[in-house]
């Protein structure tokens, strides 16, 4: 890429010559050549690091453009909020106070319908219960004559106190963060202000009303113009996990067994690397889960979500990928194993090994069809159970290692069944550790199956229209003989 | 935990009853037992439930009294602050705008010092920057005469947009997150406002200095009064993690190859266990790592830690412990295994294992220990070599295991020796997992030490005091021997 840009600038300083020939001296002294040459690569610098980020910015937008409609919103909420100062009638109507309009869809407006609503909602509760709270205070204090500031001065420490506090306790923070911040703003604002300020209610009152306009704005912007939902996102990228998951399994075992066939290109390469690294994004996807699935139960019912849709089970699945993640994870140590396994073993155990490996993958692809068209799979209970056939077979060849050929049946030799049997555990310790992870993954992946199948339960996926028999699980599946 | 705090419960039942004898008829109608009964589940329920979330928010200060602390210090911010609105002189001098203060103290006050002044900076910035580009706009505005709403409107818009799509850039966000907001906030007051407001100018040097008090304020309090230094803490994190870690690993192995010895009691069993989930840490502290990082950089000299102390290093720190907790999540895949491994082979390679897991652990500890006292270690050399070499004679036990009985200095009896040849890879598939794992994770811990070796170069850690030799690597240490 580098040395491709590098290229196309040299292009275009060549043209840039050609075009300017009668001004260059061909002739020019040393020093004008350094300057010239200095001056270059400053430039070249300079614009390089400058295109880097004007490229990096770009992709962001063109990756995901919701982030860029996300922005277009925010100006097109400033902009409808800014009416009420251009606007005579509309600016006297709030007292000249339409100042908070303004604060609050800046401060208020996410990118997520799920998070605007959330906020929203915390900053007119939170508001209206300081707002009261901090006007009862007042009243006291005026009441209690010299201790008025004494009274004012401690009810302020002990509730800023207890608010902050209160946003340490996890099950509190995840909803009502914002919602103690602005009580702590709201109590102080009132109760202090309110030692200089006369007309004390209404300027709660009009406080008020500026913050119910500017959350309408908000919600009504955030819902109707390209709404961006929390829930689908959580939806999709637990969906995208589950293939980025198969593709690392199926990649990781595929390159370990077939190491040495083919040369590949190197675009191909980094195809297959970035195929293989996928499971990453898994491992660091806990704290965007969680987040997404508290934003998402704030939601109104859309698309094929109601609004009681069990988003925190997606939470459950997403620790279940995470624990096949660890496997695939430690999958890379028979990558890069020191000691060369011997050909036989690899031999050994390698169709068994892709056998299950394709079986346990076909089922993550499964999973994330039934997340991506919301329906029961009619053909899980088949893929797990060609599942757990495999990982009985592979179980089998296990078996059948040490002991001398007692398993013609297999493509080892006879002229290498010595061999076989001189194989140390050190030579075939990687290919242990392999088939023992993939058993184990096996495992983890019945664990998902069963958290996913629970969301399917709990938000009424539809029959799948494929749908074959009711008890699959009881009858022995055709696929099995 | 249950049992006992009912059965403390029904004491202090029976011990109001006993006060009240008087009052209770012993032959009392079934209706009227019945509602006693219902009015006592009642009140347990909701005593129960109330005492557990006090108990829960108690336990929450009592581990960490820093959050506490952090608490009062807010409190005591806001009564500072308040101070402008009680004092005439004062109120008068900020024309009344004292409501800024309070607003800046409310939302920039952060439990620690390298978030508050990450906040206070990028407040003050953001409202300079936007404040003078606003107050721009407006006389270009005013300029232009009738379409004055039109320029505003627009700028509005696209600043908005600008500064709403950096958020979306990481490396701006994670330093000017705030200060994108605040800009946007104060540009739009700013060239909005400006359309009502004659006195702009005035405005603005009210607010910035409102503004200056603020953040003055802050940051006294959060310097001055038991500061809670970011960096200091995530030190403490990334050094307490190494004891979780090296806890785990001695744990996990131990309970493997000791399983049916003794039974422990509930309680021992219950610490045991608390240790041995220790890993699981490590595994989700990628966020809290990164942020903390992010936030130490703002925060001066404390401490043992330069300004310029090297934060960034403790991130890939945390990383290379994360992969060795990768390791440790997947060592209970042996635990759980469902064949049962034989006698013979647990003891084949327990020595061996052992050896290797106290090796290692030793390492994490060690680190663990040259985190707490900021020094460079002298024996680490040692240890390093001591683990290779553990893992050295941990592969040649592999090799001797299915030869028969070549190795007749293992603790293998020979009338056992038969059957040491008759394993079959199937039943010492958990032990080789096992075994492999230990070796990869001596292999991450290696990378970990290098990684720690790093920091304590970056950020000068003195020298040991125990100091012997300064070219251990080149000498064959005695311990070997």
Redo the contacts between chains.
Sequence with gaps: MGSKEEAGKLEWRISVDNGTTERLVPESGPIERIFLWLKGLVMKVIVERLSKFMR??WR??ADEPA??V???K???A??LV?IF??MRPL?DGVG?NA?WA??TV??VFESTVGATFSKCLNRVVATILAGSLGIAVHWVATQSGKAE?FV??CS???F???A??SR??PSFKARFDYGA?IF??TF??VS??G??VDKLVDMAQQRLSTIAIGTSICIIITVFFCPIWAGTQLHRLVQRNFVKLADSLDGCVEEYFKKKDVLKNDNEDEETNMKLQGFKCVL?S??TEESMANLARWEPAHGSFNFRHPWQQYVKIGAAMR?CA??L??LS?CMTYETEVPDQAKKHFGEACLKLSSASSKILRELADMMNNTRKSSKMDFLVFDMNSAVQEL?ET??????ESNKPKEEVPNNQGDRTM?????E???V??L???LI?SAARIQTTVEAVDELSNLADFKQDSKKKTGDNKAKQPPLSS
Aim: glycine content about 8%; proline content about 3%; charged content about 10%.
């Design positions: 990096k910015t962001i937008g982030k860029v996300h922005c277009l925010v100006g097109l400033l902009s800014s100062y251009y600016y000249g100042i303004i604060m800046v401060v500031i004012i001065g302020v420490f002990l800023a106190f207890a902050t506090y340490f306790v911040i702590i703003l102080s604002l202090v202000g030692y200089r660091n806990k704290g624990r660890y496997c994870e430690n140590i179980r296990l078996k059948s290692v040490p002991v001189s194989m140390s555990l050190h075939v310790l990687p242990a550790t088939v023992s992870l184990e």
